[in-house]
Antibody, heavy 120, light 106 residues
């Protein structure tokens, strides 16, 4: 059974940093693209970032480019999102997602999410 | 930047057909996906590559995509289908989601 378990969320002050982790199991993690998507309270889904299977290619939403860094450790079956210079508008539930098919473009399994709150 | 537009809400009676649209410039030239999200739960992929259903998704869910509009159709809608639905496509190596449609079954 595919499982994605996010952790690392919490309350952080504006300008602070946080690192999210996503532990994967039930599939060959090193073979798949992975994504982060966020959802602000009561709002819709917003794509954040993706990384290819070996970590050599990444892409980001304009709203987080230069502040967030996606990475992975295939030896540990873990995906990360390093978030710096956090703003109030980054407050959201962050989902870790497996991508399948060409370019990992179809988001087939979602974790349960970890909540990030940016507030003073 | 690329945008996808969905109606905020759609209502349907049980057993009837629900159609949820998603509009974007030349969307038919891209693949569209659809996700279902029930309150307090993570989204679930229900349609990918315009028309394909992941395993475990009921046959009553179908999709189409042509011109500027992708459509999610739920035939014989059941009470359990009440949820938020999001369309999604890729543009310039970035995923774009529609704003979501709340489907009410009443």
């Amino acid at each position: 059974e595919v499982q994605l378990v996010e952790s690392g969320g919490g309350l952080v002050q504006p300008g602070g940093s946080l690192r999210l982790s996503c532990a994967a199991s039930g599939f060959t993690f090193s073979s798949y693209w992975m994504h982060w998507v966020r959802q602000a309270p009561g709002k819709g889904l917003v794509w954040v970032s993706r990384i290819n299977s070996d970590g050599s290619r990444t892409s980001y939403a304009d709203s987080v480019k230069g502040r967030f860094t996606i990475s992975r450790d295939n030896a540990k079956d873990t995906l990360y999102l390093q978030m710096n210079s956090l703003r109030a508008e980054d407050t959201a539930v962050y989902y870790c997602i497996r991508g399948v098919n060409s370019g990992g473009n179809d988001l087939d399994y979602w974790g349960q999410g970890t909540r990030v709150t940016v507030s003073s | 930047s690329y945008e996808l537009t969905q109606p905020p809400s759609v209502s349907v009676s049980p057993g009837q057909t629900a159609s949820i649209t998603c509009s974007g410039d030349k969307l038919g030239d891209k693949y569209a996906c659809w996700y279902q999200q029930k309150p307090g739960q993570s989204p679930v992929l229900v349609i990918y590559q315009d028309t394909r259903r992941p395993s475990g998704i009921p046959e009553r869910f179908s999709g189409s995509n042509s011109g500027n509009t992708a459509t999610l159709t739920i035939s014989g809608t059941q009470a359990m289908d009440e949820a938020d639905y999001y369309c999604q496509a890729w543009d310039s190596s970035r995923a774009v989601f529609g704003g979501g449609t709340k489907l009410t079954v009443l």
